[in-house]
């Protein structure tokens, strides 16, 4: 156990206790993993041969403590494809340390996952965007990270990944395209678009200072989480794909008087959840036909 500043608090030990606990209550043997964002657990609902575990009986895992994030991994099949569902996350701002917040994706890497599907809720900085928006992820912006607050500070387990990681290709090009011509055959084209994802790390929303600086910096939507298990997947070689839903415009303007409100993200979450499913569904059961990325750690 390290205990030293924000690293690691997680051994290798641990990360394999939790494993072999799911591996044995478990015939799945998942290689796609979806983590589920506020208001869009309903994912794991229609999948077959469905097996579930709240989190507080899994050795090892953190619990949700998030109003609208269910607590529960959902193992099932998605046109004979093994899943494995989170339903509800850990944030940063529950007071988690970043390797509990990442936790559930080593374990994903060690039961054998290939590929992660991450989904949030976010608020949208691009002035083109509208409430209900659909935005691939192509990069992202680690302000969280920036200060120190990042999931691979301390001592690195080469058994995961390399020291220093290349980020510039976290968002995989291929499941990129492939979510894209999904959208077109779904007819989603009108409110899918792809963007710059920037984290902070809440829990207030911004200020309207900090969301001018945001768009300067480039950043197209921001939100809470995403970007430590990002991190961590790309560390130990997954393919990913983000997708996140803007449920709220951020107010850039002192004249205007827009308020977010977590009511707010979850009605929003909850009309347009249906068809977010719908492309995450589409694109599991069709994603092994895609050329895997090669892994440039
Ligand atoms: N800011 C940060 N996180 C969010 C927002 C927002 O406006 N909306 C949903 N999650």
């Not at 799911?22 to 229609?46: D, F, M, Y």
């Amino acid at each position: 156990m390290h205990t030293r500043g924000n690293c690691c608090c997680c051994s290798f030990e641990d990360y394999k206790l939790t494993t072999e606990w799911l591996l044995n209550q478990t015939s799945h043997r998942p290689k796609i993993a979806v983590i589920c964002g506020s208001g869009l657990g309903l994912l794991a609902e229609s999948v077959t041969d469905k097996q579930s575990f709240r989190y507080q009986d899994i050795p090892n895992f953190p619990i949700t403590t998030v109003p609208g994030h269910e607590g529960r991994l959902v193992f099932g099949n998605i046109k004979d494809k093994s899943c494995v569902f989170m339903q509800g996350r850990f944030h940063l701002y529950e007071g988690y340390s970043l390797c509990k917040v990442t936790f559930p994706v080593r374990i994903f890497k060690l039961m054998g996952v290939e590929t992660i599907v991450v989904t949030n809720a976010s608020g949208g900085l691009c002035p083109d965007f509208k409430v209900g928006d659909i935005m691939i992820i192509k990069d992202h912006i680690n302000l969280p990270g920036f200060a120190g607050q990042h999931p691979l500070c301390g001592p690195n387990d080469e058994r995961f990944g390399i020291r220093f990681p290349c980020m510039s290709d976290a968002y995989s090009k291929e499941l990129r395209r492939l979510a894209l011509d999904i959208s077109t055959e779904l007819e989603y084209t009108d409110f899918v678009r792809e963007g710059v994802y920037c984290m902070v790390s809440g829990p207030n929303f911004e200020t309207i200072a900090e969301a001018r600086m945001l768009q300067i910096l480039g950043s197209d939507c921001v939100g809470m989480s995403i970007v430590p298990e990002v991190t961590v997947a790309k560390h130990c070689g997954l393919r990913v794909l983000g997708l996140s839903l803007i449920t709220n415009k951020v107010s850039v303007d002192y004249s205007r008087e827009e308020k977010v409100h977590h009511d707010e993200v979850l009605h929003i979450s909850k009309m347009r959840a249906e068809m977010m499913q719908k492309l995450v569904y589409t694109l599991v059961s069709r994603c092994h036909l895609v050329l895997p990325s090669i892994n440039t750690n």
